[in-house]
């Protein structure tokens, strides 16, 4: 590990130059406990563009070999959802801590490698849960452990977002996943954040127009219904086939609703609306101010802010050995909270409990 004054203290390597590459920029730029120093691709053309962008970092595609390298302290996964199991499995058995982007797994036998891996090595996992780390989020989040919603009673959230471009630019997405562990993950997790675990969920889902278009497997519109193990409520939803609107509603909102007041915060905008103790409205907007560091330019290049971010918060984790959250085992929860989704809206709707599906990984 480098431990110079004058330089973040861990190494990033990353694999997946797509989301990957903004990665490598966010930790070359914004990030005071890590740097990038690896970047890794089996696509010529994307080590190509990432080397333009940041010229002092090494590139291979070579995934072993950029595992051999004692400058990586964490690896940052950003590769297709059937290729995470494995790869954080080569990383911790290689000594590295990771970073893998939302849904850590698809499957529940790559869970329980997952986890069994991380329990033999000792290395640690952060979710990539971005929407956690923007900044109109983060306020609402530090309003509510104030208090300023006093007892928390219904909390809903949603993505919406058309995805033709997607389906382009990562056909895997067809087949080999599911939009409950894409798309839908974003307000999944939302939802788990604040209810704490899951008791059972109740999901419905169809297919839209520009899924059946580009032939996907699953589901592309999904709502969801939750009870939580306090017996609080939440509920989400996610369409990923619509024409979006956003002046009404942006990609992602959180809305928050509690005894003693509520609260909305927005993604793509930076807005975070909530109820004073007098009952006035207050809207902060912070795009202006922020909008350099979140988004790198002004046309809104995503998530520079959200990644530098969360490496920062998990490499002070790692160095001053302090939990962060989502790690592992809440990462591993939700994305059974996501698999029960899954299995509900397949099933017609039936009610599906989380306590049978979490034995068969802890």
């Not at 490598?24 to 089996?42: E, F, P, Y």
């Not at 640690?124 to 208090?147: I, K, M, P």
């Not at 101010?289 to 998990?314: L, Q, T």
Request: hydrophobic share 40%.
């Amino acid at each position: 590990m480098s431990n110079t004054a004058s330089q973040p203290l861990l190494g990033l390597g990353v694999v997946g130059l797509h989301e990957g590459t903004t990665m490598l920029v966010a930790a070359s730029t914004r990030t005071t406990h890590i740097r990038a120093v690896a970047g890794c691709d089996t696509n010529p053309d994307k080590i190509a563009s990432a080397r333009t962008r940041c010229p002092q970092v090494w590139f291979t595609d070579d995934y072993a070999a950029m595992l051999d390298r004692d400058d990586v302290d964490v690896v940052s996964i950003f590769t297709p959802d059937e290729l995470h199991g494995r790869q954080i499995v080569q990383a911790f058995e290689a000594g590295k801590h990771v970073i893998c982007t939302k849904p850590i797994v698809n499957t529940i036998e790559d869970a329980q490698r997952v986890l069994q891996a991380s329990k033999t090595t000792g290395r640690r996992l952060l979710v990539g849960q971005s929407t956690r780390f923007f900044e109109s989020f983060a306020c609402q989040r530090a309003d509510f452990e104030q208090g300023a919603v006093g007892e928390l009673e219904l909390v809903d959230a949603h993505y919406t977002h058309r995805m033709d471009w997607f389906y382009d630019k990562s056909p895997w997405a067809v087949n080999t996943t599911d939009w409950v562990f894409l798309g839908l993950s974003h307000p999944v997790d939302l939802i788990r954040w604040y209810l704490g675990p899951i008791a059972s969920v109740h999901a419905l889902g169809t297919r839209t127009a520009l899924a059946r278009r580009y032939g996907v497997a699953g589901f592309d519109l999904y709502t969801v219904n939750f009870t939580a193990a306090d017996g609080r409520i939440g509920r989400c939803m996610g369409n990923y086939g619509l024409h979006e609107l956003p002046r009404a509603r942006n990609a992602i909102e959180l809305m928050l609703y509690g005894s003693a007041g509520s609260s909305l915060a927005q993604y793509h905008d930076m807005r975070y609306l909530c109820t004073k103790p007098d009952g006035t409205e207050c809207l902060q907007d912070m795009l202006y101010a922020k909008r350099e560091y979140y988004f790198n330019n002004e046309v809104h290049g995503m998530h520079y802010g959200e990644f530098a971010n969360y490496a920062d918060s998990f490499a002070r984790g790692i160095l001053a050995d302090h939990p962060c959250s989502p790690e592992l085992e809440e990462g591993i929860e939700t994305f059974i909270v996501m698999e029960a989704i899954r299995q509900s809206a397949a099933d017609g709707g039936r009610v599906i409990e989380i306590a049978p599906l979490l034995k068969q990984i802890f």
